[in-house]
Each structure stands twice: as C-alpha cells, then as structure tokens.
Nanobody, 125 residues
C-alpha cells in the first residue's frame, strides 16, 4: 500500500509564501509522476501543478503560473510546492497525488492512483 503524507500547510497573509511537501512511502518505487490539487469549500477539486519523474515536464494551472513552483526529489520520493505571492483565493485544502504506472505528468485527477489526506492552506487578506 502506498502512503502519501503532506506537510507545510498553515495560515499566511496575502503576499506571503508557504512550501508544501509530500512524501511517498509503502512500496518500492520505480518511475512515477506526481501532482498537487486543491479543493475549496463547496467547490470541486482543481488541478494545481504536476511533475514528471525526471522533473523535465511540469504543468501548472493558469491561476498559479508564475507564483508556484513544483519540484521532485526521486532519491527521497518527495515532491514540493513552493507557493509565493499567495492570494486569499489560494485558500484550500491541498492534496498530493501520485501516478505509479507512468512517469508522465498529468493535469487530470482521474489519472492519479493514490492521494494524500490533504493539508490546509489559509491566506488572509
């Protein structure tokens, strides 16, 4: 069984920064891809960012492009999301997700096989 554990969420003022991390464990990993999604109350879960196993391919939602940066450390089976210039509309629960059958990053939540429990990010105005 695969476990994904997020960390790094919290409360920050608008314009501030946070760094989220997600550690994968539970089995031997080969090539894989990972991503971040977020969900606000009353809304659907939305794509935020994704990265391929090699790190050469990254995708971002238009709403976070230029402000968020996703990175991967395959030696530690960890991804991070550096979030700068945060806005109140970034407030959500952020979920880490993994695709283990492919090394190709995806924007589609249906492509992801495993999900973390989520970490709350709150941005005050």
């Amino acid at each position: 069984q695969v476990q994904l554990v997020e960390s790094g969420g919290g409360l920050v003022q608008a314009g501030g920064s946070l760094r989220l991390s997600c550690a994968a464990s539970g089995r031997s990993f080969r090539r894989y891809a990972m991503g971040w999604f977020r969900q606000s109350p009353g809304k659907e879960r939305d794509f935020v960012a994704a990265i391929s196993w090699s790190g050469s391919d990254t995708y971002y939602a238009d709403s976070v492009k230029g402000r968020f940066t996703i990175s991967i450390d395959t030696t530690r089976n960890t991804i991070s999301l550096q979030m700068n210039n945060l806005k109140p509309e970034d407030t959500a629960i952020y979920y880490c997700a993994a695709i283990l059958r492919s090394a190709t990053a995806s924007r589609l939540s249906d492509d992801y096989e495993y999900w973390g429990q989520g970490t709350q990010v709150t941005v005050s105005s």
